[in-house]
């Protein structure tokens, strides 16, 4: 059983959106601060925003100021991430990760459990 699940992802145009989903099947993400990152092909992982246990944001990737936010639902038990004013740089496999903790800290070292990843594509 895999503990943290993405979904959402899909092939949209340049200025599209998309929500990205977190879902938990086997942890309580009440709890953690839950983080969002994506990889592109050749490229490292990189961090893109994260979501303290009460709601706060933290974005940490500049690109996608102003254009990614997250929300949570502990009711639900998942996270989302709205993601508008896609372009082809968006491209990637997107991935959530819980943290170890209530608090965002911005360290890959935070996290232990990781979703499988998501793909969005970004293309005309």
């Known amino acids: 059983q895999v503990p943290l699940v993405e979904s959402g992802g899909d092939s949209v145009q340049p200025g599209g959106s998309l929500r990205l989903y977190c879902r938990a099947s086997?942890?309580?993400?009440?709890?953690?601060?839950i983080g969002w990152f994506r990889q592109a092909p050749g490229r490292e992982r990189e961090e893109i925003l994260c979501?303290?246990?009460?709601?706060?944001?933290?974005v940490s990737a500049g690109s996608v100021k102003g254009r990614f936010t997250a929300s949570r639902d502990n009711v639900r038990n998942m996270v989302s991430m709205e993601m508008h004013n896609l372009g082809p740089e968006d491209t990637a496999v997107y991935f959530c990760?819980?943290?170890?903790?209530?608090?965002?800290?911005?360290?890959?070292?935070?996290?232990?459990?990781w979703g499988q990843g998501t793909q969005v594509t970004i293309s005309a």
């Open positions: 979501i303290n246990s009460d709601g706060g944001l933290s």
């Open positions: 086997s942890v309580s993400l009440e709890n953690y601060a």
């Open positions: 990760a819980n943290g170890r903790g209530r608090l965002c800290t911005g360290n890959f070292d935070h996290y232990n459990i």
